[in-house]
């Protein structure tokens, strides 16, 4: 979950010993007697040799003490709903909606939930314990969870995915509080639910992602998803970065694909037809402006989130990305993945 070089760190007994590591690397603890320091190997090995690696505890209490010692900055995380949704790379049905979330559990616990960067977020544990896990024909598939920066084509390539074979991949039918039209059915265009539901299910930690767009709620439930995957399917959604705890469960077991925006040159060649919907919900053609917002934002949440990133894919073109996602999907089914401990034996086991 952290990156660490025992060459700049003072605290280490003997920096030669230790063994540096990025986020997203799997390590083997062989021998954790010390309270402080840990031997480990860095998988697959290609030496025996083991080196130290400091403990959680250690690791904790280094990141409290660098939280504390930045500069006070009152809740910039969540400066502003559409200016924090709109730098996380929100999905397109969502990111033009004004959030609840912070206002429905309180600022303060929004943030400190919530921030990357919080010493008391969840996503700030400096090691997640792994298994090798294979998925089972006769189980639920995986979720396939992708995430991006607005503009990067997550909506088109998802789109695209159902497309090819609409009998094994779905999406999720989201849930809203607005009135149905005259040709929606509740249960395939939307589920159709008063506000009140809409809150209860909010507050019992049921959404996946939710927001509101001129007066009305919209959101996916985890309920939603798991009747795409009970039906036997492969349910496809696009998330936000900040959705990543709610679709990293035993429940849903996402495998996370990252569509990465090329080099701004790329996208210049690639995208010079192509409009973008404005926070007016008007479309326009794209400008240079913003293909390198596109390129910062993807920098951005590859550099936060990149260890809970199970694949990814560069979107440089669309029907070779769509490819490339095609062959991620299955490989998620019928490959060997490591994936959370805590997906397969409950917590107070491991």
Request: one cysteine or more; hydrophobic letters at 35%.
């Amino acid at each position: 979950m952290v990156d660490y070089n025992p060459h700049v760190d003072p605290s280490i007994p003997c920096a030669d010993a230790g063994m540096a590591f990025r986020k997203g690397d799997i390590l083997e603890i062989v021998d954790q007697s010390d309270s402080l320091w840990w031997q480990a190997v860095k998988l697959p090995s290609i030496t025996a040799c083991a080196g130290l690696i400091p403990s959680t505890s250690l690791l904790k209490r280094k990141q409290k003490e660098l939280w504390w010692s930045q500069p006070y900055h009152p809740h910039t995380c969540v400066k502003t709903y559409e200016e924090a949704f709109e730098s996380a790379g929100f999905r397109r049905s969502l990111r033009l909606c004004r959030r609840r979330r912070g206002q429905a559990f309180g600022t303060s616990q929004f943030c400190t939930l919530r921030c990357p960067t919080s010493c008391y977020s969840s996503l700030a544990n400096p090691y997640e314990e792994v298994v090798r896990y294979q998925h089972h024909p006769e189980h639920p598939h995986r979720l396939i969870a992708l995430l991006g920066p607005s503009g990067v084509g997550v909506n088109e390539l998802r789109r695209r995915l159902i497309e090819i074979n609409p009998k094994v991949y779905q999406g999720a039918v989201p849930h809203t509080t607005r009135p149905p039209k005259c040709h929606e059915e509740s249960g395939r265009e939307y589920h159709f639910i008063s506000r009140e539901q809409f809150d209860t299910m909010v507050c019992n930690h049921r959404f996946i992602d939710f927001g509101e767009l001129r007066g009305h709620l919209y959101g996916t439930s985890v309920d939603a998803v798991k009747d795409v995957l009970a039906s036997g399917k492969i349910c496809v959604i696009d998330i936000e970065p900040h959705a990543l705890e709610s679709v990293r469960t035993a429940e849903l077991r996402a495998y996370v694909i990252f569509i990465k925006p090329p080099t701004v040159e790329q996208m210049k060649h690639t995208r010079m037809n192509s409009h973008i919907i404005t926070n007016y919900y008007t479309s326009r053609p794209f400008k240079d402006e913003d293909f390198q917002e596109i390129e910062d934002a993807g920098r951005n949440m590859e550099q936060h989130y990149c260890q809970f990133f199970d694949h990814v894919i560069v979107n440089d073109g669309l029907q070779a990305a769509c490819v490339q996602l095609l062959t991620a999907v299955r490989r998620a089914q019928d490959e060997p993945q490591w994936v959370p401990a805590t997906w397969i034996r409950p917590t107070n086991q491991s």
